[in-house]
């Protein structure tokens, strides 16, 4: 019996798409330089990786045909040598399509395996995303701003060479720097991402995560009926139509908050959550109409909260929003809760006037989307100079 490697990419649909299935080739090819067989392969279809939603890719390789099949005949790695997260808003936990309840992002690492990120934060801000694990592991920051594409264009960061550098060192028995940098030569016939992924090989340094570090939370999860425990024929109870909302302060009830959906929550779609001025909102419901997860909660004294269980991100309300900077969407790397900011605004207005400032003053420009030709070559020279400073 040979050695299995295995390594998950955790990636955005459709956003990261074709960053994933760069790195994941990548590992098998760089394997394969070192006369081992892989195989890589996405672990879900095209049309749930829309709008931001974790999907999956995972390389896996071994040293030996015999141990590849065994390792292959599952539908998916029970434990990861590597897990790879292309976001570092993912280490908030992933709600994949084909996936009940929220996934810690670290939940498939090995003991002693090593999550990898790609972030400007440091590991104290990242530790405290990811959900505590019942064994220690390694986190590894590559440090950058999060890389989002598209499906068919590709800003070519270096993001997947820095990070195929890293692995080179967190996991050298999988492949060495040198057979990194022959794929890279082979593939891309670039010297300067080769050299890319020789400076991620030397800068990466590992931290041992305690299982008393991280998130203490326990992630929602809910259990579908068994067979036996099914009713003749088929009901499909639909969502109630939602109820009126209390005010905090004055304990007026009035206002509609819609029912929602009690299993799938879309928040770990988010990367950017909207952050509300409510003492400058003119209530002109545009926000309320043009949300396409109806997220919006109307106050009782019809006010829009957007709702965090239910916010994907999608930055439409900030878009709409005709009232300059009442609606900013900030990263939501700044925030540790789904908490009510309507609610937080009612108990103290002037403390959270100072909370808005903060957040709008720290968040980084985000973008997922493609806007014009020549944005990603625009983009790029930034992008790569916050690599080369490490
Ligand atoms: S970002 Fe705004 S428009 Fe988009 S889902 Fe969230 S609340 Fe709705
Ligand atoms: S779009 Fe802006 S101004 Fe209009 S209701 Fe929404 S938050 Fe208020």
């Known amino acids: ?43 879900y279809g095209d049309s749930p990786e829309r709008n931001g939603i974790p999907a999956k890719n995972f390389a896996i390789v071994a040293t030996d045909e015999q141990t590849l099949q065994e390792g292959m005949a599952k539908y998916e790695p029970k434990q990861v040598d590597v897990t790879i997260a292309v976001d570092d808003t993912l280490c908030k936990g992933v709600e994949s399509w084909a996936w009940y309840g929220l996934q810690p992002v670290n939940r498939l690492l090995k003991p002693g395996g090593t999550l990898i990120v790609t972030s400007r934060e440091g590991p104290d801000a990242i530790i405290a995303m990811a959900h505590r694990k019942e064994t220690p592991y390694n986190l590894a920051i590559v440090k950058g701003t999060v890389s989002f594409s598209g499906l068919w264009v590709y800003k070519d960061d270096h993001t997947d060479v820095r990070i195929l550098g890293a692995i080179a060192k967190v996991l050298p028995d999988l492949f060495s720097l040198t057979s990194v940098q022959k794929v890279i030569m082979d593939q891309w016939k670039d010297a300067i991402k080769a050299e890319s992924a020789a400076r991620a090989y030397e800068r990466i340094g590992t931290t041992t995560v305690r299982t008393d570090q991280g998130n203490p939370e326990v992630p929602y999860k809910f259990d579908f009926p068994k067979w036996h425990e099914m009713g003749e024929g088929i009901a499909i109870p639909s969502i109630p139509a939602g109820r009126n909302m ?12 819609p029912d929602r959906n009690p299993t799938f929550k879309k928040f770990s779609t988010r990367t950017m959550r909207p952050v509300v001025n409510f003492d400058t909102c003119i209530k002109c419901t545009l926000c309320w109409l043009h949300c396409p997860d109806s997220c919006f909660d109307v106050t009782p004294e019809g006010l829009y909260d957007a709702n965090m ?43 959270y006037q100072a909370w808005l400032a903060k957040k709008i003053e720290s968040h980084p420009e985000r973008s997922h989307g493609f806007r014009y030709r020549g944005q990603y070559e625009e983009q790029v020279p930034e992008m790569l100079e916050i690599a080369r400073k490490g």
């Not at 209390?246 to 908050?257: I, K, L, N, T, Y």
């Not at 994907?312 to 609606?327: D, I, L, R, T």
């Open 246 to 257: 209390e005010d905090p302060v004055s304990h007026v009830h009035g206002g509609f908050q």
């Open 1 to 43: 019996m040979g050695r299995l490697f295995a390594i998950e990419i955790i990636y955005r649909g459709i956003f990261q798409k074709t960053l994933a299935t760069r790195l994941s080739r990548s590992i098998v090819l760089a394997a394969h330089q070192e006369g081992k067989m892989g195989i890589s392969f996405g672990r």
């Open 309 to 351: 269980q239910a916010c994907c991100g999608c930055g439409v309300c900030e878009a709409v929003c005709p009232v300059k900077e009442c609606v900013t969407m900030v990263n939501e790397t700044e925030f540790g809760d789904n908490a009510s900011q309507w609610e937080a605004w009612r108990n103290d207005k002037e403390g």
